[in-house]
Nanobody, 124 residues
Framework: QVQLAESGGALVQAGDSLRLSCAAS????????MGWFRQAPGKERAFVAV????????YYADSVKGRFTISRDNAKNTVWLQMNSLKPDDTAIYYC?????????????????WGQGTQVTCSS
Protein backbone atom coordinates (compact mmCIF):
# COMPACT_ATOMS: atom_id res chain seq x y z
CA GLN A 1 0.00 0.00 0.00
CA VAL A 2 1.42 3.33 -1.08
CA GLN A 3 1.76 5.89 1.67
CA LEU A 4 3.23 9.37 1.87
CA ALA A 5 3.18 10.73 5.40
CA GLU A 6 4.02 14.38 5.92
CA SER A 7 5.02 15.78 9.28
CA GLY A 8 6.55 18.88 10.78
CA GLY A 9 3.85 21.44 10.19
CA ALA A 10 3.36 23.99 12.95
CA LEU A 11 2.33 27.49 13.94
CA VAL A 12 5.33 29.80 13.61
CA GLN A 13 6.08 33.50 13.48
CA ALA A 14 7.32 35.45 10.50
CA GLY A 15 11.04 34.95 10.03
CA ASP A 16 11.08 31.53 11.66
CA SER A 17 12.26 28.30 10.08
CA LEU A 18 10.52 24.96 9.78
CA ARG A 19 11.44 21.59 8.32
CA LEU A 20 8.80 19.36 6.80
CA SER A 21 9.35 15.65 6.33
CA CYS A 22 7.64 13.15 4.08
CA ALA A 23 8.15 9.44 4.68
CA ALA A 24 7.32 7.20 1.74
CA SER A 25 6.40 3.53 1.65
CA UNK A 26 4.76 1.02 -0.64
CA UNK A 27 6.61 1.94 -3.82
CA UNK A 28 10.18 2.18 -5.10
CA UNK A 29 11.05 5.61 -3.79
CA UNK A 30 14.24 6.00 -5.83
CA UNK A 31 12.25 5.58 -9.07
CA UNK A 32 10.27 8.74 -8.40
CA UNK A 33 10.85 12.44 -8.36
CA MET A 34 9.36 14.04 -5.29
CA GLY A 35 7.56 17.32 -5.07
CA TRP A 36 6.02 19.63 -2.52
CA PHE A 37 2.82 21.53 -3.21
CA ARG A 38 0.79 23.81 -1.00
CA GLN A 39 -2.78 24.97 -0.81
CA ALA A 40 -3.75 28.15 0.96
CA PRO A 41 -7.35 28.83 2.03
CA GLY A 42 -9.48 29.74 -0.97
CA LYS A 43 -6.68 29.07 -3.44
CA GLU A 44 -5.73 26.26 -5.76
CA ARG A 45 -2.97 23.83 -4.97
CA ALA A 46 0.35 25.28 -6.13
CA PHE A 47 3.78 23.90 -6.90
CA VAL A 48 6.48 24.66 -4.34
CA ALA A 49 9.54 22.51 -5.07
CA VAL A 50 10.63 19.30 -6.74
CA UNK A 51 13.69 17.07 -6.63
CA UNK A 52 14.58 14.39 -9.14
CA UNK A 53 15.14 10.74 -8.29
CA UNK A 54 18.83 11.10 -7.53
CA UNK A 55 18.63 14.41 -5.72
CA UNK A 56 20.85 16.04 -8.30
CA UNK A 57 18.29 18.41 -9.76
CA UNK A 58 15.70 20.56 -8.05
CA TYR A 59 13.38 23.39 -9.00
CA TYR A 60 11.46 25.92 -6.95
CA ALA A 61 8.54 28.26 -7.30
CA ASP A 62 9.69 31.86 -7.59
CA SER A 63 7.89 32.72 -4.37
CA VAL A 64 10.10 30.38 -2.31
CA LYS A 65 13.36 30.46 -4.23
CA GLY A 66 16.26 31.29 -1.92
CA ARG A 67 14.23 30.53 1.21
CA PHE A 68 13.19 26.89 0.80
CA THR A 69 15.38 23.86 0.13
CA ILE A 70 14.21 20.42 -0.90
CA SER A 71 16.33 17.34 -0.21
CA ARG A 72 15.95 13.58 -0.12
CA ASP A 73 17.56 10.43 1.20
CA ASN A 74 16.73 7.36 -0.87
CA ALA A 75 18.10 5.05 1.81
CA LYS A 76 15.53 6.47 4.24
CA ASN A 77 12.68 6.85 1.71
CA THR A 78 12.28 10.41 2.91
CA VAL A 79 12.08 13.86 1.37
CA TRP A 80 12.37 17.11 3.30
CA LEU A 81 11.46 20.72 2.77
CA GLN A 82 13.55 23.17 4.76
CA MET A 83 11.69 26.46 4.99
CA ASN A 84 13.53 29.56 6.18
CA SER A 85 12.44 33.19 6.56
CA LEU A 86 8.82 32.17 6.63
CA LYS A 87 6.19 34.73 5.72
CA PRO A 88 2.45 34.89 6.43
CA ASP A 89 1.91 34.18 2.70
CA ASP A 90 3.51 30.77 3.25
CA THR A 91 0.52 29.74 5.35
CA ALA A 92 -1.01 26.67 3.71
CA ILE A 93 -1.44 22.95 3.85
CA TYR A 94 1.74 21.40 2.45
CA TYR A 95 1.57 18.17 0.49
CA CYS A 96 4.30 15.89 -0.74
CA UNK A 97 3.79 13.95 -3.92
CA UNK A 98 5.58 11.45 -6.15
CA UNK A 99 5.90 11.49 -9.92
CA UNK A 100 7.75 9.59 -12.63
CA UNK A 101 7.19 12.54 -14.97
CA UNK A 102 9.89 14.96 -13.90
CA UNK A 103 9.41 16.96 -17.08
CA UNK A 104 6.01 18.17 -15.87
CA UNK A 105 7.04 18.75 -12.27
CA UNK A 106 4.95 21.92 -11.92
CA UNK A 107 1.71 20.15 -12.97
CA UNK A 108 -0.12 18.50 -10.11
CA UNK A 109 -2.01 15.95 -12.30
CA UNK A 110 1.40 14.56 -13.31
CA UNK A 111 1.88 13.20 -9.79
CA UNK A 112 0.91 9.63 -9.04
CA UNK A 113 0.84 9.61 -5.26
CA TRP A 114 -0.08 12.22 -2.66
CA GLY A 115 0.14 12.58 1.07
CA GLN A 116 -2.59 13.90 3.33
CA GLY A 117 -0.84 17.19 4.01
CA THR A 118 0.54 19.06 7.00
CA GLN A 119 -0.57 22.51 8.13
CA VAL A 120 1.90 25.38 8.23
CA THR A 121 0.69 28.63 9.71
CA CYS A 122 2.89 31.69 9.82
CA SER A 123 1.72 34.67 11.85
CA SER A 124 3.01 38.22 11.43
Amino acid sequence: QVQLAESGGALVQAGDSLRLSCAASGFTFSDYSMGWFRQAPGKERAFVAVINWSGGTSYYADSVKGRFTISRDNAKNTVWLQMNSLKPDDTAIYYCAATRNFGRYYYSPAYDYWGQGTQVTCSS
